[in-house]
């Protein structure tokens, strides 16, 4: 019988991909992607901290995409291709480039970007104009021949938007309209807290408190509540303590009742709500008295405050991928399946988050 070569090939090694480094840094493949060709829409720590992983896996470009993506770049003409309608629900019709702060802002600043990488113009249309309809609204941007339409987040005023979406091209951006059946790019909201939790536990936060308003938690269809709710009844049940939900405007009472009561260590509180504030006017210090943590960190936040970064740009961008490609297969009108694309979200550290700054 013969025997085989000693000197037989090995298998070679697998090739380190863009979704391995995801994996490796808890980040979209997209995000990633974008990171290693230092794309605007991406925040220089997270480019590095794309670079360290892509480096510590050995992972290099193939070169044969390389190449074909260089020479697509180069011969492809990049004419301008029409305009996207960006839905402004706000109450003035500049709300995107002169007012809006946050997840709203970042989303169109996003999209913004990704429309004139493709060729795009992307345009606001007011559809907070007071006498504005859907009706009428469906007409003007039909009589535009805009080439798609992206309904942005809406204030908590709009929870309705009959358009005639059998005209368009269109997505939708966040929970808010949920009776529109158009694919739906999201912050992942129950992972986003999830991550948090996560982190929280291992800085070694004793007790951990959740407190956000009755309608925003309604706005993320209870995603951030339902992630915690869950750590309540698997997890040390001691070190989370019951949420806070606020019904009113009006709920600085009932926020301190809540406060002295379950003596949270660290405060995650989520949307745009007043009870960091409402810490300072109980007297008590941060970080010294309690700590405060954002599941939905905005990009001036990062600053002074850890929490949970929802990547909105990348958002956005997404957004604006999803109608190219819903203009590139000539779909006009309502998906017969709508998809929900969510993007991970990034834990942001600081200073300020240290359970040993607590000295009570």
Same mark, same amino acid.
């Given at each position: 019988m013969k025997q085989s070569s000693g000197n037989a090939a090995k298998p070679s090694k697998r090739r380190v991909t863009i979704r391995d480094i995801a994996a490796e840094v808890g980040l979209h493949f997209t995000t990633v992607a974008r990171a290693l060709k230092d794309s605007d829409l991406v925040r220089p720590d997270t480019v590095k901290r794309v670079r360290e992983a892509a480096d510590k896996l050995g992972y290099q470009a193939d070169p044969f995409v390389s190449a074909f993506c260089s020479y697509r770049s180069r011969h492809l003409k990049k004419g301008y291709r029409g305009n996207i309608s960006w839905i402004n629900g706000f109450d003035s019709p500049d709300y995107y480039e002169t007012t809006a702060t946050g997840f709203g802002k970042e989303c169109y600043e996003g999209a913004k970007a990704r429309c004139e990488e493709l060729g795009f113009k992307l345009v606001t249309f007011w559809y907070g104009e007071p006498g504005m309809s859907a009706k009428r609204a469906s007409q003007i941007i039909h009589s535009r021949g805009e080439a798609g339409l992206i309904v942005a987040p809406m204030p908590h005023s709009i929870d309705k938007l009959d358009m005639r979406w059998d005209s368009f091209c %269109?997505?939708? *951006? /966040?929970?808010?309209i949920p009776d529109v059946p158009l694919t739906n790019v999201v912050a992942d909201q129950f992972g986003n807290m999830n991550l948090l939790c996560d982190n929280l536990e291992e800085l070694g936060f004793p007790r951990i408190g959740? &407190?956000?308003?009755?309608? $925003? +938690?309604?706005?993320?269809?209870?995603?951030?509540? /339902? &992630?915690?709710? *869950?750590? !309540?009844?698997? @997890? +040390? %049940? +001691? =070190?989370? !303590?019951?949420?806070? *939900?606020?019904k009113t405007e009006d709920d600085y009472p009932e926020f301190e009742k809540? *406060? =002295?009561?379950? =003596?949270?260590?660290?405060? $995650?509180? @989520? /949307?745009?709500?007043?009870?960091?504030?409402y810490l300072e006017r109980m007297g008590m210090k941060v970080p010294q008295d309690i700590q405060v943590v954002s599941v939905s960190l905005e990009a001036s936040e990062i600053a002074h405050r850890a929490g949970v970064d929802q990547e909105a740009r990348v958002v956005g961008s997404i957004a604006v991928d999803q109608v190219y490609g819903i203009i590139g297969r000539s779909h006009v009108g309502i998906e017969s399946v709508p998809k929900t694309i969510m993007t991970a979200g990034t834990w942001r550290g600081h200073t300020s988050c240290d359970p040993s700054l607590l000295v009570s």
């Open positions: %269109s997505v939708r *951006i /966040g929970y808010s959740f &407190a956000t308003r009755e309608w $925003i +938690d309604l706005r993320v269809e209870h995603k951030w509540s /339902g &992630a915690y709710q *869950i750590r !309540q009844l698997t @997890g +040390d %049940s +001691d =070190r989370y !303590q019951p949420m806070f *939900i606020g809540w *406060i =002295r009561r379950h =003596r949270p260590s660290v405060l $995650i509180v @989520g /949307g745009s709500t007043p009870y960091a504030n």
